[in-house]
């Protein structure tokens, strides 16, 4: 429990959340852990957010929004293969450094989701782009995402349940391989 309480405002409330996912996962993200992160009971945090869903889709927006920094970052002054070998390596290490982040990017929210369009909206875009460099025309960019998301979500979701085995980095490497290569059999 924390020695001190915090000021309590909606945005404390949820670093505390980032805190907790970041620590302990997603699941441990609840009310009375936040609470008792932030020095008070929980029917303080009522007077911020709107209960427990409420907290965890600001939490999905914000982690949302911080995967896509971390993706947009990563391809920066880069193209082709080198451009999609950053992007790959920033999902997984995103993935591996902030397991209950990024789970907390797959949360559905349905009445937010607008909201959530516009954070993944930062992945969406660096992505397209760099795969407009691979040579994939406009028509199949949406295809060539999904296939690339895919790829590299499956692989980050064994990893993080220990299914990859004894040397995950090089089966990383064949992976992004692979996706290159099938990618590149989208392009003109």
Partial sequence: ????????????????????????????????NVASEAGCKAPSLYNHVDGLDDLLDDLCLFTTADFANALRDSVVAKVGRDALSSYAN?????????????QATLRLMPGRRDEHLAAAMGMTIPAGSMLATLGIPDHRLDDAGRALRSGLHGFSHLELANNIGPDPASSFDAVVEVLTSGLLSLAD
Avoid at 2 to 28: F, H, N
Avoid at 97 to 102: A, C
Wanted: hydrophobic share 45%; glycine share 4%; net charge positive.
């Fill in 90 to 102: 920033a999902w997984r290490s995103y993935v591996l450094d902030y397991p209950g982040r990024y």
């Fill in 1 to 32: 429990m924390a020695t001190t309480s915090r000021r309590l405002s909606r945005q404390t409330i949820v670093d505390i959340a980032v805190e907790i996912a970041d620590q302990r996962g997603l699941a441990a993200v609840t009310l009375a």
